[in-house]
């Protein structure tokens, strides 16, 4: 389709641009930059990771596999275009104003294009014949990403009602994105994955593959509670979290048995089977983690120390989800590799991010022993560049291979 094919660029040119705010911020840590307010940057850059470049993105491939009627494709086109003027509209009121009526609004457009996206999807999806046992996955994703706005709302009557409560406050906000993450991201994510390898699935990988669902489906809600083990909760809330994150660890393993299975069978771009290699991994990785997190000696490390909370939320983002849907946009041809430079940018790229998720890491062991490790901010800021440098030439390429902007 003509009309995924040119939005695929325009997705790819919003994460270059994303990349190039992530350079900034990781500067203005180390140097003085007068005109930029850091937390005021830091509200658009993750108000434009979450509109303009993921949920874009997912809109984007979505679309793609669904192969509207001329109708809906119109459709698709007009919500398409409201999603990229919120998110731009986000990128550039938030760095200036912080939380204010002009930037509450496009965020507030940003969720309506959301519930719109879902009422047209839903029917596409009813109306789709190709699409099997993952067309739940579809649904639900939908659902979860329509849920997550409860989170935005609710902070929203907080500030308005100048309510002072920091469990309210975090709740709300751990809410959204928890059903952001591990909703609507996770299920679109495995969905398109199981839409991509289903040819190659025999009766029982898809019963292993409902079994999947089920479990992630069942652990969404106590999963929440994972965010929130460090504040005071009832005593059914921290058995719920510990029940959600043992359960989590089952789907795990029943996820890596699945890719076992079908490593030998599936024949994919070679490229592609890296990037899930590696995206998939740090899916594993994020889930282990989110157990290890219903500690309650751990817990306290998770969320509260900085490079803690940054290094995961970058493992989710970036390594696991961004990756993913690289991987997605070349396995549908969507974005192209046949310039040697989209090659080498892409694998630019993908060494600066686990070369960026390492020193997190290594920062936030520090923090933990409290030792330093004080060039770890220069090296973050070298990965900043090279992720945009590795972006720019990928997307550099992708006009010289086309035109098509």
Not at 38 to 44: A, M, S, T
Not at 229 to 255: K, S, T
């Amino acid at each position: 389709m003509m009309l995924t094919q040119k939005w695929s660029k325009i997705a790819l040119i919003n994460f270059t641009v994303l990349a190039a705010i992530g350079v900034l911020l990781r500067y203005k840590i180390l140097f003085p930059l007068p005109l930029v307010d850091h937390k005021h940057l830091l509200h658009g850059h993750s108000h434009f990771a979450f509109a303009g470049w993921v949920s874009l993105a997912l809109y984007i491939i979505i679309v793609h596999i669904l192969q509207p009627d001329e109708s809906q494709t119109k459709q698709f086109k007009q919500i398409l275009l409201a999603q990229l003027l919120s998110s731009y509209g986000m990128l550039l009121s938030f760095p200036f104003m912080g939380y204010a009526t002009l930037s509450i609004a496009f965020s507030t457009l940003s969720i309506f294009v959301s519930w719109w996206f879902a009422i047209v999807t839903w029917k596409a999806l009813i109306k789709n014949s190709s699409l099997t046992f993952e067309k739940k996955w579809f649904y639900t994703a939908l659902i979860f990403n329509i849920l997550s706005a409860m989170g935005t709302f609710s902070l929203a009557w907080l500030m308005a009602n100048k309510i002072i409560h920091q469990s309210w406050y975090f709740g709300s906000v751990y809410f959204y994105l928890h059903f952001q993450y591990n909703g609507w991201f996770l299920f679109a994510i495995l969905g398109l994955l199981f839409v991509s390898l289903k040819k190659w699935f025999t009766p029982v990988q898809i019963q292993t593959a409902d079994r999947l669902f089920v479990l992630l489906l069942i652990t969404i809600l106590p999963a929440w509670f994972l965010s929130m083990m460090w504040m005071r909760l009832p005593v059914w809330m921290y058995y719920a979290a510990d029940a959600a994150a043992l359960l989590q660890l089952i789907a795990a393993y029943l996820f890596i048995r699945l890719a076992l299975q079908l490593r030998k069978t599936i024949d994919l771009h070679p490229t592609v089977k890296w990037l899930w290699l590696i995206a998939l991994s740090a899916f594993i990785l994020k889930i282990i983690l989110q157990a290890f997190s219903a500690i309650p000696e751990l817990n306290k490390y998770a969320f509260g120390i900085r490079p803690v909370v940054i290094g995961f939320l970058h493992l989710v983002l970036l390594v696991f989800v961004s990756i993913f849907i690289l991987g997605c946009f070349i396995q549908n041809n969507l974005i192209t590799l046949e310039k040697t430079t989209s090659k080498v940018g892409l694998w630019i790229f993908i060494i600066a991010v686990l070369f960026n998720e390492f020193i997190l890491t290594i920062q936030g062991i520090s923090a933990i022993l409290f030792t330093n490790f004080p060039s770890s901010n220069y090296l973050l800021l070298g990965s900043a560049i090279t992720i945009f440098i590795g972006l720019f030439l990928v997307t550099l390429s992708q006009k010289k291979a086309n035109g098509l902007f």
